[in-house]
Nanobody, 121 residues
Framework: QVQLVESGGGLVQAGGSLRLSCAASGRTLTMGWFRQAPGKERNFVAGISRSGGNTDYADSVKGRFTISRDNAKNTMYLQMNSLKPEDTAVYYC?????????????????WGQGTQVTVSS
């Protein structure tokens, strides 16, 4: 059984930075970050392959966010810089058994409980 636990969310001013962490138990999987604002769909933010060699980003965060992982610690990270108010959302960690990084939430089998990120203007 895979369990995912996010941490690192909080309140930050526009232009600031936060780093999210996702601690995983169980086997090494393809992983990703998604976010969901109130009244909106859950959207892909970034994904990373098992080895960390392949990454993918939503256009809205390219150049500002960086996804990484430390397999020795079974932990994935999301470094978020130059944050904007529109980045405000609950951020979810997700994992899937298949090799390819995908952007659809429906293709991920495992989910964390979410962590709130609020960016004030």
């Amino acid at each position: 059984q895979v369990q995912l636990v996010e941490s690192g969310g909080g309140l930050v001013q526009a232009g600031g930075s936060l780093r999210l962490s996702c601690a995983a138990s169980g086997r090494t999987l393809t992983m990703g970050w998604f976010r969901q604002a109130p009244g909106k769909e859950r959207n892909f933010v970034a994904g990373i392959s098992r080895s960390g060699g392949n990454t993918d980003y939503a256009d809205s965060v390219k150049g500002r966010f960086t996804i990484s992982r430390d397999n020795a610690k079974n932990t994935m990270y999301l470094q978020m810089n130059s944050l904007k108010p529109e980045d405000t959302a609950v951020y979810y960690c997700a994992a899937r058994a298949a090799v390819v990084v995908t952007t659809s939430p429906a293709t991920y089998e495992y989910w964390g409980q979410g962590t709130q990120v609020t960016v004030s203007s």
